[in-house]
């Protein structure tokens, strides 16, 4: 089955820094990479996605990168604020078969300090 | 409109006794996931429904964890006789599933958090 893994688990940064978090894959049928962020005692909110088929993308301060050949991508946050300051979790799946779920990375506990 | 919403939000169980646990989906969407949530780790994969028909349980760690989505809406977790290690936060997703071939976003619920003495 498939196995990611984030890096790093935790990360600080001052305010108006960016910040940086990469993930790993296993299975290269993959094709769907959804990023969620989740405040403490909340339910975990998607704040991008990117699909096998592009290698970027970008909404305002945030942008996601993808490498299909060598099965990582990455989260850039950029002029990060305090509300950033979240737990942010990768995760893949595919639509290979009847499998929809998705496999999550450990988090990355990210502090914005002001 | 309203989003995922899940019921109780937190549940205290002594040891041995069963539970059970909703998730009311959002209206309209076909596919429905419930994931496993322990303690400063990442959601982990339990079971997937697509409208009443439920396509894949690998992710159930035992024959004690049961689930079902009879009417092809809200969906139950049950856990039979609990013990310490089930002790997480259980979260519900569900999605619109349009296509074969394509991933639609997941919408996640607030959580149970079950505590089991």
């Known amino acids: 089955g498939e196995n990611v893994e984030q890096h790093p688990s935790t990360l600080s940064v001052q305010e108006g820094d960016s910040a940086v978090i990469k993930c790993t894959y296993s299975d290269s049928a993959s094709n769907y990479f959804p990023w969620y962020k989740q405040e403490l005692g909340k339910r975990p909110q998607l704040i991008i996605d990117?699909?096998?088929?592009?290698g970027e993308k970008k909404d305002q301060r945030i942008a996601v990168t993808l490498n299909k050949t060598a099965k990582h991508f990455s989260l850039h946050i950029t002029e990060t604020q305090p509300e950033d300051s979240a737990v942010y979790f990768c995760?893949?799946?595919?639509?290979?078969?009847?499998?929809?779920?998705?496999?999550f990375g450990s988090g990355t506990q990210l502090t914005v300090l002001p | 409109g309203a989003g995922v919403s899940q019921s109780p939000r937190y549940k205290v169980a002594k040891r041995g006794q069963d539970v059970a646990l909703r998730c009311d989906p959002i209206s309209g969407h076909v596919s429905l996931f419930w994931y496993q949530q322990a303690l400063g780790q990442g959601p982990e994969f339990l079971t997937y429904f697509q409208n009443e028909a439920q396509l894949d349980k690998s992710g159930l760690p035992s024959d004690r964890f049961f689930a079902e989505r009879p009417e092809g809406s809200v969906s139950t977790l049950k856990i039979q006789r609990t013990q310490q290690e089930d002790s997480a936060v259980y979260l519900c997703?569900?999605?619109?599933?349009?296509?074969?071939?394509?991933?639609?976003?997941?919408?996640f619920g607030p959580g149970t958090r079950l505590l089991v003495l």
């Open positions: 990117i699909r096998s088929n592009v």
């Open positions: 997703a569900s999605s619109l599933a349009l296509g074969r071939w394509y991933q639609e976003t997941q919408y």
């Open positions: 995760a893949a799946s595919s639509t290979s078969g009847s499998a929809r779920q998705l496999t």
